[in-house]
């Protein structure tokens, strides 16, 4: 597996978006932008669902969040996109980096979650949670370990030039 990525890194060092990232000065920069935006978007709206699930604004019926989600997905879209961005300047202070290891594994297991919480029919139980009402405790434990999981990517993030030893 690691010869497959290291292949693949050699292969997109080459690229013209790679070069267009260390050529041109606004390319991270307006990648960072838009990479905050969707992660504004992302967290923004799982965490309104997630902390309505815990019993915060209990007097908010859970529908109207979750049709929120376009505007989830759409974040995490623009995140993906310039997370190719950033890894297309340069790959190979990623690619051995724990710190981005950690935070791609992050990323799976909130995706594995979400996944849990539409396939186990958690989501149908609390689809039509009126104001007041509490959600079932497999609710709260997918909402909590979201937000465990998606604070862990964003702090990662955060740390990638700090931890690790890759910038």
Known sequence: MD????????????????????????VWPAAETLHFIGLAMLIGVIGLMDLRLL??????????LHRLLPWAIAGF??????????FAGDPFQ???????????????????????????????????LAPGEDAPLPAKIIAGVSLVF????????????FLGEAF
């Open 150 to 161: 998606w604070i862990a990517v964003m702090y990662l993030g955060r740390m990638l030039p």
């Open 55 to 64: 019993g915060v604004a209990k007097r908010v019926p859970f529908a109207p």
């Open 94 to 128: 990623y690619i051995h980096n724990w710190v981005f290891q950690a935070k791609m594994l992050f990323i799976v297991l909130a995706g594995a979650n979400v996944f849990a919480f539409y396939v186990t029919g958690v989501f149908h139980k609390v689809e039509e």
């Open 77 to 86: 879209v623009i995140c993906l996109l310039t997370g190719v961005v950033f």
């Open 3 to 26: 010869s497959i990525i290291v292949a693949f890194s050699t292969w997109l060092n080459k690229t013209s978006l790679a070069w267009a990232v260390i050529h041109y000065a606004w």
